[in-house]
């Protein structure tokens, strides 16, 4: 959505902590009518393989939703909207969501079929061929859950209406965190007495680089980068050390 001069404030901690100003975040005027803020956000998971430098992988799908109240005639405006735009068509997430429970049963067939191989078999003792038909049936069912999982997520975000030019005042992000860092999101708020107002109120949450806990993050990172690259070495070295001993005569 393109921003159209509005207040950018970046957010930590969980969305239920969030503290709203008690004012319209459209109009400034006292609010009383809860509404439902939803947005979809699509993850991008692919990464370059090792033999093709085609990127590779699989979207995902994750829904946002909080309750931020607004005045009577914005919320009216609103249903107004909404009422109006109720014939969508369906979403093409619907056959993302398909393709996705077709991976799922695929591999729950193939977890259910190793599963009765094992069941069958146990009672002639124990066996290590058995060992690795188990681990087949559970990493199976692992990647049957996942996708089950993705086919919830996305269908919930094929059914989610865009926003209203009421809701569309009140931006939330997907969670921005890098590794070490808490959940934090991006909130992109059309009105300047609401930003100020909402800025004011979550105080104590602004992410940013004086924050503590930003800087934290930072450090541990830098530790875990510099920690790898130790472990590299160390087994570089025992690697080096047990060739030339073992050369020897
Ligand atoms: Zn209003």
Redesign the pocket.
């Known amino acids: 959505m393109a921003p159209m001069d509005s207040t950018t404030i970046k957010i930590y901690g969980p969305l239920r902590d969030l503290t709203l100003p008690p004012i319209?975040p459209?109009?400034?005027?006292a609010?009383s009518v809860p509404l439902r803020i939803e947005r979809v956000f699509a993850r991008e998971r692919r990464r370059r393989g090792v033999i093709s430098t085609a990127p590779r992988g699989i979207t995902t799908y994750h829904c946002v939703a909080l309750t931020v109240p607004?005045?009577h005639?914005?919320a009216a405006r609103h249903m107004a909207e909404r009422a109006a735009a109720a014939d969508t068509p369906p979403s093409h997430l619907r056959s993302t969501a398909f393709m996705y429970g077709v991976v799922a049963a695929v591999a729950m067939a193939g977890a259910l079929l190793f599963g009765a191989f094992v069941w069958n078999a146990y009672p002639g003792g124990w066996r290590p061929a058995l060992t690795f038909a188990a681990s087949i049936a559970a990493g199976c069912a692992a990647f049957a859950g996942w996708f089950a999982h993705q086919v919830i997520n996305t269908l919930r975000a094929g059914a989610t209406p865009p926003p209203t030019s009421i809701t569309a005042v009140f931006d939330v992000s997907d969670n921005q965190a890098a590794r070490f860092e808490p959940e934090w999101r991006v909130y992109r708020l059309r009105n300047a007495t609401y930003a100020r107002a909402f800025a004011q109120a979550n105080a104590a949450w602004l992410w940013d680089e004086t924050s503590p806990r930003f800087a934290r993050a930072a450090r541990l990172r830098h530790l875990a980068g510099t920690l790898r690259v130790a472990t590299i070495a160390v087994l570089l070295v025992a690697f080096i050390l047990f060739a030339l001993r073992a050369g020897r005569p």
């Open positions: 319209c459209a109009c400034g005027a609010a607004f005045c005639a914005c």
